[in-house]
């Protein structure tokens, strides 16, 4: 028998992140970003990503909060630092810049 214990690999911690989307109702642009974001999150970010789906007209206040001028708009409150994108998010691209996941 040894003494020595056994090696543990680091555990390297995976980044969370946390996206609101702000809508005004169920319109077809609203459920078109929402689903554009979606689309993106399983594929650039599967299993470490949130999504909340903020209707400014039942929560004016979270608007406020966030500082929401137009909808639909993308607010990535983690990882820091806040980022805002503004549209129905279908320029992919401009989508990945915006969150920092593809550099310009």
């Known amino acids: 028998m040894s003494d020595v214990e056994p090696r543990r690999k680091p555990v390297k911690a995976k980044k969370q992140w946390e996206l609101r989307l702000y809508i005004s109702g169920q319109t077809a642009r609203a459920l078109t970003a929402f689903e554009n974001l979606r689309k993106i999150c399983e594929e650039h ?24 001028i137009a909808v639909p708009t993308l607010v990535r409150k983690l990882p820091q630092p806040v980022r805002k994108i503004l549209g129905d998010l279908s320029n992919t691209e401009k989508v990945l810049i915006g969150l920092d996941l593809r550099r310009r």
């Open 45 to 68: 970010l599967a299993g470490e990503y949130t999504i909340e789906v903020i209707d400014v007209m039942k929560n004016p206040q979270l608007a406020r909060g966030d500082q929401i």
